[in-house]
């Protein structure tokens, strides 16, 4: 029975810390220089407005209208993981996408409207 | 197949219940530049299914009118994936409308990255008669000539073609630029055909609006394609192939429908004088979601 239970503490505990693993080497792979960057359009009313009407559009179908995702392969963005990310992370995060997971790259979206998004995941945490 | 010698009230008509019946959904959107024959890195979004007609009008010397469409349905199978089938008619002035046949195509996006040029590879099965006019895309020494017989005698000619094409895409400050590089065989006895494609779009606005509006600046894409034949392993020669430049407009609509717009201009004795194209496009997000609902297992 004790050894049971250690089995169990011991896959919940590996579970958990891959999961930590994989959420903090999403960030780690971006780049320094995109990692430092800070959103210029920071702070601004309408950017957020305009965030949500592009998240809307693009973001939505997946992560839902209250942006906290299926609970499956579409993660909410309201976590620890995007708070914990700079803007430039996120910025940078939109641009490359996830296509092995199944997170599309938005380049084709002019770079203002990604900083758009991220001004309005931002206003939403 | 229809016969009628007045297809272009048809087609119009067709157009019409397209046109109607995309407008009464209510959900959807579409996001892409609004190239007609050349490809970007752009890949349909996984899991959403995109409903575009492609029309192409114009007139061959020597020939009668036509406008030739081609529906295409692209899914996003995965997120470096999308698929394509794509039915192709044309309706020809004091001739005919006929069914001209279908392709299927897949994109592939090899690097899970975005880089500063994005391959992606093309590969399409088309089995089309030779009555298709939609010149979804130039190769070899296409010409005007091709394109002038009467449908009954262009549409014994039946092909079954492979089309590889090499699509480089990059973004660069708002800027798209593409170029494609197209081979197509015949799977009888022809020679390999090449051909060309390249392009360049632009947003006419960077940032959104942060209000609904139908006419801002960013809901229009401008830009230009230029595109033409390269000749064939019997003849690679420039001689007799066709080409042309074609400025782009492309104008997303409210309710996720985009339209855009094309006339193309041809520069040497065999291309068309001029082409008009003329494209509407409507996205439905996550298909896959409407049958897992129907199951019982949806949200």
Known sequence: MMRRSFAVFLIAFSAAIAFAAASAS?????????????????????????????????????????????????PSLRSEGIRAATDGDIEWFLRQGDLRHGMPSWSSLPQAQRWQIVAYLRSIQ | MLSNPRTSFILRNLWLAVWLALLITTIGKAQEKPYFVTYSHDLEEPGNLEIETKTALAQPN??????????????GTRAWWTTELYLDGQATGSDSTVFTGWRLENRLRPLMRDHAINP????????????????????????????????????????????????LSSNVKDWNFSENFITEK??????????????????????????????????????????????????????????????????QLPKGVRFSFSPGFGFTSTSLSRIYRVGLAYEFDQVGRWFQRSNGGGQ
Not at chain 2, 62 to 75: H, P
């Open chain 1, 26 to 74: 999403r960030w780690q792979r971006v780049p320094a220089k995109d990692h430092a960057r800070t959103n210029p359009l920071d702070g601004q009313r309408e950017a957020k407005m305009a965030g949500a009407l592009v998240y809307r559009d693009h973001c939505q179908q997946c992560h839902q209208a209250n942006a906290q995702g299926d609970g499956r392969k579409r």
């Open chain 2, 186 to 251: 015949d799977l009888g006895h022809a020679p390999w055909e090449f051909g060309y494609a390249v392009g360049a779009t632009r947003p006419l606005r960077s940032a959104a609006s942060s209000r609904e509006c139908t006419f801002c600046a960013e809901k229009f894409i401008a830009g230009a394609e230029v595109y033409g034949g390269l000749g064939d392993t019997f003849a690679l020669t420039l001689r007799d192939t066709s080409h042309y430049i074609a400025p782009l407009i492309g104008w």
């Open chain 2, 62 to 75: 020597g020939g009668n009118q036509f406008g030739a469409t081609a529906m295409e349905l692209e899914y």
């Open chain 2, 120 to 167: 992606v590879f093309y590969v399409e099965y088309e089995n089309t008669s030779g009555a298709d006019k939609t010149i979804l895309e130039v190769v070899g020494h296409d010409s005007q000539t091709d394109l002038a017989a009467p449908n009954g005698e262009l549409r014994r000619d039946h092909q079954h073609e492979a089309e590889l094409k090499l699509i």
